[in-house]
């Protein structure tokens, strides 16, 4: 049987699914001929009313004074109805609601930051720092060389570092941004391809990157495919950074968003910024050496029969020295030892023959030498000052906490003060000598 429903046919409804207001404006001829009527009306109700008032002087003046206020109240009546009927009453209505409706405010949506949790890693020398994941840890085979520094992160048991962070300093940096240069004009750069983009990180330009290669021919490819690697590049305060994060293709787009925050958490201090030490209140005096110093505050110190002292960060204590059989067997907890060195200023010892970056700071008004120490399982940045006419030494020791404290105490190290380079020169910025 055929449907008698005539499927073309539509009926017509407003959007708002309510019926249309009546149209109760007044036509423009019709008001023209009531405006009309209106003015002649005006005009010789007056007139009416100044006859009466003269002619009709027997007429009692009350009876005037009723026939005025009905003479007068259509007129003001009829004008008021025609300016009513000329609005319409819909429109008008709607021009109020708009103004007694209140604005709705959408509040936004709090943004997790994904990073929160995350460790974070400071370096006061290359003055810079940044977060990294919880769940990889930087290896003991990180450290720092003569031009510059590598930090490796991976996971437990993994072979293959996860992020670099590798810096080059000294005459070596040239050499790097020219190879920049080389990727940015050619997008490659020993037969390797790279797909480039410049990004502003922390507001400093970087280029950021992604490669692939093959596994075959790359020792670091993970198993089960080609190696996937972003990274970034670029020159900042006149050391090179090549920041990058190794991956494989069936994980890459997770590992993007990944490292991708890491370069967001990426903070670089400009080399002029010093720690205040004005607020430090505690002047430790050595009656045996003659010298003064100041310290953080919370900080502690322990001096020992010889006069050698140590300066102690809060939380040290997490650090106890490693028992013997464990990675970084004898390991001390970290602090600043400030001793004398029964040797002349000017002679080599087992220390400085391996000194590394070796420089000129001056405490005091005295010239010393500010060099870093590379060795295993511990590493150290010194500063040695001439002491008793350059007969022997006063040495400032400071271990490097970069790598041997995070390693060997991973679980601690978020509960120490800060102790670092930056704070170590800074300690030594308020030596005096006191004889």
Same mark, same amino acid.
């Given at each position: 049987?055929?449907?008698?429903?005539?499927?073309?046919?539509?009926?017509?409804?407003?959007?708002?699914?309510?019926?249309?207001?009546?149209?109760?404006?007044?036509?423009?001829?019709?008001?023209?001929?009531?405006?009309?009527?209106?003015?002649?009306?005006?005009?010789?109700?007056?007139?009416?009313?100044?006859?009466?008032?003269?002619?009709?002087?027997?007429?009692?003046?009350?009876?005037?004074?009723?026939?005025?206020?009905?003479?007068?109240?259509?007129?003001?009546?009829?004008?008021?109805?025609?300016?009513?009927?000329?609005?319409?009453?819909?429109?008008?209505?709607?021009?109020?609601?708009?103004?007694?409706?209140?604005?709705?405010?959408?509040?936004?949506?709090?943004?997790?930051?994904?990073?929160?949790?995350?460790?974070?890693?400071?370096?006061?020398?290359?003055?810079?720092?940044?977060?990294?994941?919880?769940?990889?840890?930087?290896?003991?085979?990180?450290?720092?060389?003569?031009?510059?520094?590598?930090?490796?992160?991976?996971?437990?048991?993994?072979?293959?570092?996860?992020?670099?962070?590798?810096?080059?300093?000294?005459?070596?940096?040239?050499?790097?941004?020219?190879? =920049?240069? /080389? $990727?940015?004009?050619?997008?490659?750069?020993?037969? @390797? &391809?790279?797909?480039?983009?410049?990004? %502003?990180? +922390?507001?400093?330009?970087?280029?950021?990157?992604?490669?692939?290669?093959?596994?075959?021919?790359?020792?670091?490819?993970?198993?089960?495919?080609?190696?996937?690697?972003?990274?970034? =590049?670029? /020159? $900042?305060?006149?050391?090179?950074?090549?920041?990058? @994060? &190794?991956?494989?293709?069936?994980?890459? %787009?997770? +590992?993007?968003?990944?490292?991708?925050?890491?370069?967001?958490?990426?903070?670089?201090?400009?080399?002029?910024?010093?720690?205040?030490?004005?607020?430090?209140?505690?002047?430790?005096?050595?009656? /045996?050496?003659?010298?003064?110093?100041?310290?953080?505050?919370?900080?502690?110190?322990?001096?020992?029969?010889?006069? +050698?002292?140590?300066?102690?960060?809060?939380?040290?204590?997490?650090?106890?020295?490693?028992?013997?059989?464990?990675?970084?067997?004898?390991?001390?907890?970290?602090?600043?030892?400030?001793?004398?060195?029964?040797?002349?200023?000017?002679?080599?010892?087992?220390?400085?023959?391996?000194?590394?970056?070796?420089?000129?700071?001056?405490?005091?008004?005295?010239?010393?030498?500010?060099?870093?120490?590379?060795?295993?399982?511990?590493?150290?940045?010194?500063?040695?000052?001439?002491?008793?006419?350059?007969?022997?030494?006063?040495?400032?020791?400071?271990?490097?906490?970069?790598?041997?404290?995070?390693?060997?105490?991973?679980?601690?190290?978020?509960?120490?003060?800060?102790?670092?380079?930056?704070?170590?020169?800074?300690?030594?910025?308020?030596?005096?000598?006191?004889?």
């Amino acid at each position: 049987m055929e449907s008698s429903i005539n499927n073309n046919v539509s009926i017509p409804t407003s959007q708002t699914g309510a019926p249309a207001p009546p149209n109760t404006t007044i036509p423009e001829n019709k008001i023209g001929k009531i405006i009309i009527v209106i003015l002649f009306y005006i005009f010789l109700a007056p007139i009416g009313l100044i006859l009466m008032w003269l002619w009709m002087k027997i007429w009692p003046r009350w009876l005037k004074i009723i026939l005025s206020i009905f003479a007068v109240i259509p007129i003001i009546g009829i004008t008021g109805a025609i300016l009513l009927a000329s609005q319409n009453p819909y429109k008008q209505l709607g021009k109020v609601k708009a103004k007694i409706t209140p604005t709705q405010t959408v509040s936004p949506t709090p943004t997790v930051d994904p990073t929160a949790n995350w460790k974070t890693y400071t370096n006061s020398k290359f003055r810079f720092s940044f977060k990294y994941p919880p769940d990889i840890k930087i290896s003991s085979t990180s450290g720092e060389f003569e031009n510059g520094l590598n930090l490796e992160f991976g996971k437990e048991n993994s072979g293959m570092p996860i992020l670099t962070v590798w810096l080059t300093t000294g005459d070596y940096v040239k050499g790097r941004q020219n190879d =920049l240069n /080389t $990727i940015l004009s050619t997008n490659k750069l020993d037969d @390797y &391809n790279y797909q480039i983009s410049a990004k %502003k990180i +922390d507001g400093k330009n970087l280029y950021v990157y992604t490669q692939e290669f093959d596994s075959s021919s790359n020792k670091f490819a993970p198993p089960g495919g080609p190696l996937y690697r972003v990274g970034a =590049l670029g /020159t $900042i305060n006149n050391i090179f950074f090549d920041i990058f @994060y &190794n991956s494989n293709k069936e994980t890459s %787009k997770q +590992d993007q968003q990944i490292f991708d925050q890491i370069l967001s958490t990426f903070k670089f201090l400009d080399q002029n910024q010093t720690i205040d030490s004005s607020s430090w209140a505690l002047i430790l005096t050595n009656k /045996t050496y003659g010298y003064s110093v100041k310290i953080p505050n919370g900080w502690s110190y322990k001096e020992n029969d010889s006069g +050698d002292l140590s300066i102690i960060p809060p939380g040290a204590d997490l650090f106890p020295p490693t028992q013997k059989s464990t990675p970084g067997e004898g390991q001390p907890s970290p602090a600043i030892n400030i001793s004398i060195i029964g040797k002349p200023f000017n002679q080599p010892d087992i220390q400085t023959k391996s000194a590394m970056s070796k420089y000129g700071l001056i405490a005091d008004g005295v010239t010393g030498q500010y060099y870093f120490v590379a060795a295993a399982p511990m590493t150290w940045t010194n500063f040695d000052l001439p002491f008793n006419n350059g007969n022997k030494t006063l040495r400032f020791s400071f271990p490097n906490p970069f790598q041997d404290f995070e390693t060997f105490n991973p679980k601690h190290e978020p509960n120490m003060a800060k102790f670092d380079e930056e704070t170590f020169k800074q300690i030594i910025s308020t030596f005096k000598f006191t004889n």
